[in-house]
T-cell receptor, first 116, second 114 residues
């Protein structure tokens, strides 16, 4: 158990809908990262938050947004869902927020999103 | 564009064999290279490498980084069926707003048969 908690485990919804994925980082970790894993693309970095502020952005679509709250949990919002958004969405956390901190990211079990 | 390539894509071995997994990379703002093991769910952290030529070891697993040739290898000796998993290589790169991202390869799927 990595200590990173993601809910829900599985979400099934229809095209055009909006969903919110939630992540609680490990105790003491200030950074949260979101990744998307699909069969053809592998694990793709979406976005990083550190202590409530956005720190790094990857290939995140404009239909997707995230935030980190004062209690450090984070939410990833996906809207106008398309069939291609079906994937496993992982949250990871680390103590620091900078690459030079040399601390690994620890991953949650993911939320499987299925779009019908 | 940052690129991380793993080989082979898939590997089937017998218990007791030794395997070597490869990871090569072309990235800007390299900070570290990490190896993860992914079974059914979350990738679990194995190693983080920042310096060339220094081997990291944990039991039967070991890994080394070559920053001049831009690659890393992960060795598993005396493989067991419990080593069956997807092994992911990721390179940490610095992002513009002082954050960082992990750029993952597509993974090597290892199956260890009894």
């Amino acid at each position: 158990d990595s200590g990173v908690t993601q809910t829900p485990k599985h979400l099934i919804t229809a095209t055009g809908q909006r969903v919110t994925l939630r992540c609680s980082p490990r105790s003491g970790d200030l950074s949260v990262y979101w990744y998307q894993q699909s069969l053809d693309q592998g694990l793709q970095f979406l976005i990083q938050y550190y202590n409530g502020e956005e720190r790094a952005k990857g290939n995140i679509l404009e239909r997707f947004s995230a935030q980190q709250f004062p209690d450090l949990h984070s939410e990833l919002n996906l809207s106008s869902l398309e069939l291609g958004d079906s994937a496993l969405y992982f949250c990871a956390s680390s103590v620091g927020g900078q690459a030079d901190s040399n601390q690994p990211q620890h991953f949650g079990d993911g939320t499987r999103l299925s779009i019908l | 564009e940052d690129k991380v390539v793993q080989s082979p894509l898939s590997l089937v071995v017998h218990e007791g064999d030794t395997v070597t997994l490869n990871c090569s990379y072309e990235v800007t703002n390299f900070r570290s290279l990490l190896w993860y093991k992914q079974e059914k769910k979350a990738p679990t952290f194995l190693f983080m490498l920042t310096s060339s030529g220094i081997e990291k070891k944990s039991g039967r697993l070991s890994s080394i980084l070559d920053k001049k040739e831009l690659f890393s290898i992960l060795n598993i000796t005396a493989t067991q069926t419990g080593d069956s998993a997807i092994y992911l290589c990721a390179v940490a790169t610095k992002a513009s707003n002082s954050g960082y991202a992990l750029n993952f390869g597509k993974g090597t799927s290892l199956l260890v048969t009894p």
